[in-house]
């Protein structure tokens, strides 16, 4: 009886904002169809979600491709790599779209319910799910022109007549934040004859669903409920604040954009409760912990976008006074039973925007040219008064830290500050599949596809990478050993726990101290030296154990190498 009455509670919290985004447009009828496939979906599935996080949550994020052997699906090659060589670090994997698709590297999908033949199929991701626990793409915003949805809407099927947006080219949509410097309506011809200019936030290729219509949200949760029945225990939800549209708006973070995050999180809830909801929204800060909502009805974890551009302002100027700043407002901003997505690479280049309100734009064009003259690569994006912003560096962050003419030895000590850094911070942190291998840019990636992002989305066959990790000596294989024994060590202490309190501050300006302390008392004192020069300070640590080195601390005064962080632990 008590599963019934909590059943008809969580009904009516979706029903409830169901009423709320589409009002009498949504019908009992739909209702009816809507609730017997969230509780067939929950019925049918059997293993339990981890509740909550800890410290040995740790992601690794990565294409379903990323490796390639003679006459084998890409996803049984992946698994054999992550059991040989990544399985200890890593508690989770982010599989980056794994569908067919027609461009932008899967992010514009062509079958949200099949699984990219090249890879394998539903069974494959069934296997991999038994080593790690998975993370889906919910690409949630738009649609591959190729698909059939939208062969269906150009074909004027029956039922299809408002899955997407036409506009009048006439009308004024000068409001609408663009995040490329593309046109937003692209003209199609129907079967009729007669062109439709309909909305493509992102290219003419990924055409925005028209969430307004009451059938869009019934295929778009059927496609989450399929990815929560084949073991989604994260998902990510890609491009999340543009889903809603009203022209003369900004078209961007809309209260219908959140009440549809509220929803998709109210039905996981009932489906698979654990099931955590992560909004990818790659905006300033104040715009993206906004989708935490009240703690716990939205969001339960938002991507932490100031970090990676911070950490590389930091090290690039050689002060931790800015980044120390924004830190201390980290506590404060989390609310709930919510954390961060902490990471400092993935698939798309570093943000920019983020950045915008945390420092001037004379600093961001700066840090921008300084990259640009070391082979970084930039994206801009229009603004509503004509003029243009670079929004994304497009590089590996292992250049991205470093100058052509540093040793490798430099290169890795700062990238390994970096993760450091990263590896201290309240949230679950997530790794880029490019930055544990050791990745430098990949130029010919970019000259073979013509596009930037390539910079940053290497592939390789299992042959090449394996033999790279295993030669001593070498970048890759210093920094996968390196970088997993950090993660190791975050994984091994409840200090680092993603709820962990935490305090940030300057002892000057090239080192920063981080303290991390658990509820049973354990705790991690962190220190940086972001400067290429030894600093020595006075710090009472007598004592102490440093649990990179394993070294215990005799000295009241420490001595921070150039590019130097420290854990120290009470021995």
Not at 8 to 14: F, K, P, S, T
Not at 368 to 380: I, K, P, Y
Request: with cysteine; net charge negative; charged share 20%.
């Amino acid at each position: 009886m008590e599963k019934i009455t909590n059943d008809a509670i969580n009904m009516d919290v979706i029903k409830n904002l169901i009423t709320r985004i589409y009002g009498d447009v949504f019908t009992a009828s739909h209702f009816e169809m809507l609730e017997n496939h969230i509780l067939q979906t929950r019925n049918a599935i059997i293993a339990p979600r981890k509740k909550g996080w800890d410290e040995t949550d740790v992601v690794l994020i990565t294409y379903a491709d990323q490796f390639s052997a003679p006459g084998e699906k890409r996803l049984a090659t992946f698994q054999r790599f992550f059991e040989q060589c990544l399985k200890p670090y890593f508690s989770h994997i982010h599989l980056l779209p794994f569908y067919p698709w027609s461009s932008d590297d899967g992010f514009s999908v062509v079958d949200y319910h099949r699984v990219d033949p090249q890879c394998g199929d539903w069974d494959d991701i069934a296997r991999l799910n038994t080593q790690a626990r998975l993370m889906f793409d919910f690409v949630c915003n738009h649609i591959s022109a190729q698909s059939e949805w939208f062969a269906d809407y150009l074909a004027q099927k029956p039922g299809y007549e408002d899955f997407f947006i036409a506009v009048d080219p006439a009308t004024d949509l000068s409001a609408v934040t663009r995040p490329r410097a593309l046109p937003l309506l692209t003209p199609f011809t129907m079967q009729n004859g007669r062109v439709r200019h309909l909305w493509t936030t992102f290219s003419e290729d990924q055409i925005d669903l028209n969430f307004a219509s009451p059938a869009v949200l019934l295929a778009m949760v059927d496609v989450l409920l399929h990815y929560l029945r084949e073991g989604a225990q994260y998902v990510r939800l890609d491009a999340v604040g543009f889903m809603w549209k009203t022209p003369g708006t900004s078209c961007i973070h809309l209260e219908k954009t959140h009440l549809l995050v509220k929803l998709f999180r109210a039905i996981a809830d009932v489906v698979a409760p654990g099931t955590v909801i992560i909004t990818e929204t790659n905006v300033p800060h104040k715009d993206n912990i906004a989708y935490l909502g009240n703690g716990f009805d939205e969001a339960q974890m938002v991507y932490q976008f100031p970090l990676p551009p911070l950490v590389l302002h930091a090290i690039h100027t050689r002060n931790a006074r800015t980044l120390c700043e924004w830190a201390q407002g980290v506590s404060e901003a989390r609310v709930g039973e919510t954390t961060w997505f902490n990471f400092l690479a993935s698939h798309d280049g570093i943000g920019l925007n983020p950045l915008r309100g945390i420092l001037p734009e004379d600093a961001i064009l700066r840090l921008v040219e300084d990259l640009q003259a070391e082979g970084a690569r930039v994206n801009w994006k229009n603004n509503p008064d004509g003029t243009r912003s670079p929004y994304e560096i497009n590089v590996t962050y292992m250049d991205a830290l470093s100058a052509r003419h540093d040793s490798d030895a430099t290169r890795l000590a700062r990238f390994l500050l970096a993760h450091a850094l990263l590896l201290t911070f309240p949230g679950v942190p997530a790794i880029y599949i490019q930055s544990i291998l050791g990745s430098r840019n990949d130029e010919e990636g970019v000259a073979r596809l013509g596009y930037n992002r390539a910079i940053n989305r290497q592939k390789y066959t299992e042959t090449e990478i394996a033999a790279a990790l295993k030669t001593e000596g070498n970048l890759r294989h210093d920094t996968w050993e390196q970088l997993g024994k950090l993660i190791t060590l975050h994984r091994q202490h409840s200090a680092f726990h993603p709820d962990s309190a935490f305090t940030a501050r300057c002892i000057n300006d090239e080192v920063l101290e981080i303290i991390r302390t658990a509820d049973n008392g354990a705790s991690v004192i962190a220190l940086f030296n972001i400067s290429d020069k030894s600093q020595v300070i006075s710090y009472d640590a007598l004592g102490c154990h440093e649990l990179i080195t394993s070294a215990t601390i005799n000295s009241a005064s420490l001595t921070l190498a150039p590019w130097k962080a420290m854990w120290l632990s009470k021995a």
